[in-house]
């Protein structure tokens, strides 16, 4: 099968046009670097099956950081048999200057003028037949995402790659050409493959080149003394990089752009408005908050019970639809529910009903009973108590991928990269951790885009707390329950909380990792904002369908075998006698027992009940997947025969059963949702984390998410619990900034302590 190689630009749509021509639904972002692997999927609606191979955006084929090296590696050794170069139409001019490094290799290329489609909104005329001459290459319009023209795309390339190309450079600086010449003589000597590409990159000084062909340096050098010229003083790379610009602005875009006749005013407008909205949401003083207002009306149209606050505004409606359908599960005596509460309402009805019908089958089959609770009480309610989440979690990533798809996400980091770079941490870093929202393991995965090794590290350890999808369903389900235990008013504010909570320690401390253990250089941060457009339906979908599928999967398959597992530990005696109804000397609860003590700072450990072990159980099974810990506390109330407690609950019921039985405070409830939200990952990402980490840093990080989620949980605890106690955590906090000071001063020898000094 042929293989042809996705190239070009970060964010010109590469990757939209990998899903359009494949089928698949890999991560599309409107910010660049998103992707960092190199992916493969067939076409298969062409006159011949062809393999598509999407790579990492490139600027150049000069790498600097490892995802760059991914895609200039593929094309020079994994010899694909045509490049599809494709090309931002909005942004020729700096789309060209990779494609003009394209061109020095001798692989056919096809390019592709993607965004046509706004190309024309523009009114923008681009003659590609002209370009196309102009390159040597042929040149297709196609729209990625509104998927014009990539059969035509498709059939070009093949026949394409049936063909052969010379390698051309635009370079014409006759003495550069001159070394380039010489030096391309001696690679094809050798019988070194795209002798051309190698000979330019060797006089462009290119590090990497040079580390690969020490040998042809000698000839720059020879030929720098013969020609003694003023030229071979500068710096050949700036030399070769003007030579190409000068080439792409005026040979290559003078000639084939026409911008349409328009009203001045009308571009300046236009420009205007998005300069303007930008002059807002990343200014610099109300950026941050205008980010942070933004989220919190989010979480309250996806978690409030009381739209727009109005019966705490004392707003009253008439009781017209008392005793109906409506009520529950449109409002309650509290207020109006948020869309997301009506859909998880609607779920919870239909589950709930479910398992009731089927354990009426069972009972009435006369099945035995302890099969009757495995399936109902065990698999069934742990199952539905996390799918009971899923609405609010998909409306959550709804809104998170209509702010990353207009382009408003990559402001935040913008903004945040202003505010936190004098504390070493760049705004590049953001974009992995604002995916981690959606789930850690591509979130770790992402950052292969830093640049800065110690930088990266720092990153993967805080992408966790930027809490994921699947911890969704434990704070739901704790500040549920913590609204109908504890009067706090409403579920959206300490949802909305926690999740500033997990930011904040994120950034505290990366900012302290990068004062003391990863110090690195700044790397500069280049991004430039990606335009604004209106969020594309087909991208969201992708998104929420993505989601989707993996909450279903993992439910019936991680959720659903360790559901069975602890029903089995819960149900049975260390000599495998089966209790029903009660977990009195059940395995698992001599183990929870056992490490009950163990959070006692965190204020879910001794102090509660003899019960008071199944948090700690919970937290431990979360390990597994984050969804298990609502799933495992509702199974155990469901077992030990909560009253009042239907399978329908969905977990907010079993949280509410466990506070009472176990005597969990306020303070105790929501150290318990940050402990989980800040410990040690689930296991997919701990993998991650592990196969992106070399061993020593892995196990440090093991111990930073133990270490960060016990401290911080335990002041959440204390503090609350004991107002006072928040002036020991300051003095002990001023002391450890005092000693990484006085460290860092001593590091860099600006403090000299007799006989410490080396
Ligand atoms: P990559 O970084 O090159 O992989 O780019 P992506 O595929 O992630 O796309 C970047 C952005 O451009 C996304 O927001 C896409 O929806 C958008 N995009 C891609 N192709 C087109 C197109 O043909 N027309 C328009 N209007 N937008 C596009
Ligand atoms: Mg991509």
Same mark, same amino acid.
């Given at each position: 099968?042929?293989?042809?190689?996705?190239?070009?630009?970060?964010n010109?749509?590469?990757?939209?046009?990998f899903?359009s021509?494949?089928g698949?639904?890999?991560?599309?972002?409107?910010?660049?670097?998103?992707t960092?692997?190199?992916?493969?999927?067939?076409?298969?609606?062409?006159?011949?099956?062809?393999?598509?191979?999407?790579l990492?955006?490139?600027?150049?084929?000069?790498?600097?950081?490892?995802e760059?090296?991914?895609?200039?590696?593929?094309i020079?050794?994994?010899?694909?048999?045509?490049i599809?170069?494709?090309i931002?139409?909005?942004?020729?001019?700096?789309?060209?200057?990779?494609?003009?490094?394209?061109?020095?290799?001798?692989?056919?290329?096809?390019?592709?003028l993607?965004?046509?489609?706004?190309?024309? $909104?523009?009114?923008?005329k681009?003659?590609?037949?002209?370009?196309?001459?102009?390159?040597?290459v042929?040149?297709?319009?196609?729209?990625?995402l509104?998927?014009?023209?990539?059969?035509?795309?498709? #059939? #070009?390339s093949?026949?394409?790659?049936?063909?052969?190309?010379?390698?051309?450079?635009?370079?014409?600086?006759?003495?550069?050409?001159?070394?380039?010449?010489?030096?391309?003589k001696?690679?094809?000597?050798?019988k070194?493959?795209?002798?051309?590409f190698?000979?330019?990159?060797?006089?462009?000084?290119?590090?990497k080149?040079?580390?690969?062909?020490?040998?042809?340096?000698?000839?720059?050098?020879?030929?720098?003394?013969?020609?003694?010229d003023?030229?071979?003083?500068?710096?050949?790379?700036?030399?070769?990089?003007?030579?190409?610009?000068?080439y792409i602005?005026?040979?290559?875009?003078?000639?084939?752009?026409?911008?349409?006749?328009v009203?001045y005013?009308?571009?300046?407008?236009?420009?205007?408005?998005?300069?303007?909205?930008?002059?807002?949401?990343?200014?610099?003083?109300?950026?941050?908050?205008?980010?942070?207002?933004?989220?919190?009306?989010?979480?309250?149209?996806? +978690?409030?019970?009381?739209?727009?606050?109005?019966?705490?505004?004392?707003?009253?409606?008439?009781?017209?639809?008392?005793?109906?359908?409506?009520?529950?599960?449109?409002?309650?005596?509290?207020?109006?529910?948020?869309?997301?509460?009506?859909?998880?309402? +609607?779920?919870?009805?239909?589950?709930?009903?479910f398992?009731?019908?089927?354990?009426?089958?069972?009972e009435?089959?006369?099945?035995?009973s302890?099969?009757?609770?495995?399936?109902?009480?065990?698999?069934?309610?742990?199952?539905?108590?996390?799918?009971?989440?899923?609405?609010?979690?998909?409306?959550?990533?709804?809104?998170?991928?209509?702010l990353?798809?207009?382009?408003y996400?990559?402001?935040?980091?913008?903004?945040?990269?202003?505010?936190?770079? $004098?504390?070493?941490?760049?705004?590049?870093?953001?974009?992995?951790?604002?995916?981690?929202?959606?789930?850690?393991?591509?979130?770790?995965?992402n950052?292969?885009?830093?640049?800065?090794?110690?930088?990266?590290?720092?990153?993967?350890?805080?992408?966790?707390?930027?809490?994921?999808?699947?911890?969704?369903?434990?704070?739901?389900?704790?500040?549920?329950?913590?609204?109908?235990?504890?009067?706090?008013?409403?579920?959206?504010?300490?949802?909305?909380?926690?999740?500033?909570l997990?930011?904040?320690?994120?950034?505290?401390?990366?900012?302290l990792?990068?004062?003391t253990?990863? $110090?690195g250089?700044?790397?500069?941060?280049?991004?430039?904002?990606?335009?604004y457009?209106?969020?594309?339906?087909?991208?969201?979908?992708i998104?929420?369908w993505?989601?989707?599928?993996?909450?279903?999967k993992?439910?019936?398959?991680?959720?659903?075998?360790?559901?069975?597992?602890i029903?089995?530990?819960?149900?049975?005696?260390?000599d495998?006698?089966?209790?029903?109804?009660?977990?009195?000397?059940?395995?698992?609860?001599s183990?929870?027992?056992?490490?009950?003590?163990?959070?006692?700072?965190?204020?879910?450990?001794?102090?509660?009940?003899?019960?008071?072990?199944?948090?700690?159980?919970?937290?431990i099974?979360?390990?597994?997947?984050?969804?298990? =810990?609502?799933?495992?506390?509702?199974?155990?109330?469901?077992?030990?025969?909560?009253?009042?407690?239907?399978?329908?609950g969905?977990?907010i019921?079993?949280?509410v059963?466990?506070?009472?039985?176990?005597?969990?405070?306020?303070?105790?409830?929501?150290?318990?949702?940050?402990f989980?939200l800040l410990?040690i990952?689930?296991?997919?990402?701990v993998?991650?984390?592990?196969?992106?980490?070399?061993?020593?840093?892995?196990?440090?990080?093991l111990?930073?998410?133990?270490?960060?989620?016990?401290?911080?949980?335990?002041?959440?605890?204390?503090?609350?619990t004991?107002?006072?106690?928040?002036?020991?955590?300051?003095? =002990?906090i001023?002391?450890?900034?005092?000693?990484?000071?006085?460290?860092?001063?001593?590091r860099?020898?600006?403090?000299?302590i007799?006989?410490?000094?080396?």
């Amino acid at each position: 099968m042929k293989k042809f190689a996705l190239i070009g630009n970060p964010n010109s749509g590469k990757t939209t046009l990998f899903n359009s021509l494949t089928g698949s639904t890999a991560y599309v972002g409107n910010w660049p670097g998103v992707t960092v692997e190199k992916r493969e999927g067939v076409y298969k609606k062409g006159s011949e099956q062809v393999s598509i191979v999407d790579l990492p955006g490139i600027y150049s084929l000069s790498p600097y950081s490892p995802e760059e090296i991914i895609s200039r590696d593929f094309i020079l050794h994994n010899k694909p048999d045509c490049i599809i170069n494709i090309i931002d139409a909005t942004n020729l001019e700096r789309n060209l200057y990779l494609t003009l490094q394209v061109l020095e290799t001798n692989i056919p290329v096809v390019v592709a003028l993607n965004m046509i489609d706004l190309v024309k $909104k523009e009114g923008t005329k681009i003659n590609e037949k002209r370009l196309s001459e102009l390159l040597g290459v042929p040149v297709v319009p196609i729209s990625a995402l509104k998927e014009q023209n990539l059969n035509a795309l498709v #059939e #070009e390339s093949i026949k394409t790659s049936n063909t052969k190309r010379e390698a051309w450079t635009s370079l014409n600086n006759s003495k550069i050409n001159d070394l380039i010449e010489t030096l391309n003589k001696k690679l094809k000597e050798d019988k070194v493959d795209n002798s051309l590409f190698h000979a330019i990159k060797l006089a462009e000084n290119d590090e990497k080149e040079i580390q690969d062909y020490p040998k042809y340096l000698r000839y720059i050098e020879e030929y720098k003394i013969n020609f003694d010229d003023e030229l071979f003083h500068q710096d050949l790379e700036a030399l070769i990089a003007n030579d190409r610009y000068e080439y792409i602005t005026e040979s290559l875009v003078s000639e084939v752009i026409t911008k349409k006749e328009v009203d001045y005013y009308d571009i300046k407008s236009n420009s205007n408005i998005s300069n303007k909205i930008d002059s807002v949401l990343t200014n610099k003083w109300v950026g941050i908050p205008i980010f942070f207002a933004l989220l919190f009306v989010i979480f309250h149209l996806v +978690f409030s019970e009381d739209l727009f606050y109005l019966h705490s505004l004392g707003v009253t409606f008439g009781n017209n639809f008392e005793g109906t359908m409506f009520e529950g599960l449109f409002y309650t005596s509290n207020g109006i529910n948020s869309v997301g509460v009506i859909l998880m309402n +609607f779920v919870n009805s239909i589950t709930g009903g479910f398992s009731e019908w089927i354990r009426g089958l069972m009972e009435g089959a006369n099945v035995q009973s302890w099969a009757v609770g495995l399936v109902c009480d065990g698999v069934f309610s742990g199952i539905f108590a996390v799918i009971g989440f899923l609405p609010q979690i998909l409306l959550l990533f709804l809104f998170f991928s209509i702010l990353e798809d207009s382009g408003y996400m990559a402001r935040v980091a913008f903004i945040l990269d202003r505010a936190l770079r $004098k504390f070493g941490v760049s705004g590049k870093a953001f974009m992995p951790m604002i995916m981690g929202f959606g789930c850690s393991v591509p979130a770790m995965i992402n950052t292969r885009s830093l640049s800065d090794e110690k930088e990266r590290i720092a990153t993967i350890r805080v992408i966790p707390f930027f809490s994921c999808g699947a911890k969704l369903p434990i704070l739901v389900a704790v500040a549920g329950s913590m609204v109908i235990m504890f009067n706090v008013p409403n579920a959206d504010l300490i949802t909305f909380l926690i999740y500033v909570l997990g930011m904040s320690v994120a950034v505290l401390t990366l900012i302290l990792m990068k004062s003391t253990t990863m $110090k690195g250089e700044k790397p500069p941060f280049i991004m430039e904002l990606p335009q604004y457009h209106l969020p594309q339906i087909k991208a969201l979908m992708i998104h929420l369908w993505d989601k989707i599928k993996h909450f279903i999967k993992k439910a019936f398959t991680i959720i659903f075998i360790s559901t069975i597992f602890i029903w089995v530990l819960q149900h049975f005696t260390w000599d495998w006698q089966y209790i029903d109804n009660s977990i009195d000397k059940s395995i698992l609860e001599s183990l929870g027992q056992f490490v009950q003590p163990l959070f006692t700072p965190l204020g879910f450990g001794s102090q509660l009940t003899s019960l008071g072990w199944v948090f700690a159980v919970a937290a431990i099974t979360g390990l597994i997947a984050k969804e298990q =810990v609502p799933a495992t506390l509702t199974i155990l109330a469901v077992s030990i025969g909560a009253s009042g407690i239907d399978v329908e609950g969905n977990g907010i019921d079993a949280m509410v059963f466990m506070i009472n039985q176990t005597g969990l405070t306020f303070a105790g409830a929501l150290s318990f949702i940050v402990f989980n939200l800040l410990t040690i990952p689930c296991f997919a990402a701990v993998a991650t984390a592990r196969g992106e980490l070399r061993r020593g840093t892995f196990k440090w990080t093991l111990l930073f998410w133990i270490a960060t989620s016990y401290i911080v949980s335990s002041f959440v605890y204390t503090v609350i619990t004991w107002w006072w106690s928040l002036f020991i955590w300051l003095v =002990v906090i001023t002391l450890v900034f005092i000693g990484i000071y006085l460290f860092n001063l001593y590091r860099d020898g600006k403090l000299n302590i007799k006989g410490l000094r080396k």
